[in-house]
């Protein structure tokens, strides 16, 4: 093994770490983009992932798993999908950029507005 790849596995911001003989994502992000696929489809969320992605169930089953780290294609299509904001939203989490709060804070909005205008839907 060569000292690059050596000091690129050991390195901080390393994507993977090696247990076991296999490498395991650490990005809490990308954890927390299985969980909101888990929430989203309790059952066949293999599946749905596979499908939204293009990637094969065997791949999706081992994202959720946590033994193969999802490839960039494959975020940007659960982001550009239905559930996008979901999932952009729990990659984002703990990120404080000013872009990021900015974006919050106008989808924070928008719920309220969608709260108010049902409140008044119920008092009519």
């Keep these: 093994m060569s000292t690059i790849s050596t000091k ?41 992932l596979a499908t939204i992605t293009g990637a094969s169930v065997r791949t999706a089953e081992r994202w959720l798993a946590g033994d193969r780290a999802l490839s960039a294609d494959a975020l940007a299509a659960l982001i550009r999908s239905e559930h996008g904001l979901e999932f952009l939203v729990a990659l984002m989490s703990g990120a404080e950029p000013a872009w990021w709060r900015r974006v919050d804070a106008y989808f924070a909005a928008i719920d309220a507005q969608r709260l108010q205008r049902a409140a008044l839907r119920r008092l009519r």
């Design 8 to 48: 690129a596995r050991r390195g901080a911001n390393s994507a993977a770490v090696q247990l076991d003989g296999n490498y395991r994502p650490k990005s809490r992000s990308i954890l927390s983009a299985m969980h909101v696929a888990r929430s989203l489809w309790p059952r066949k969320t293999a599946v749905e």
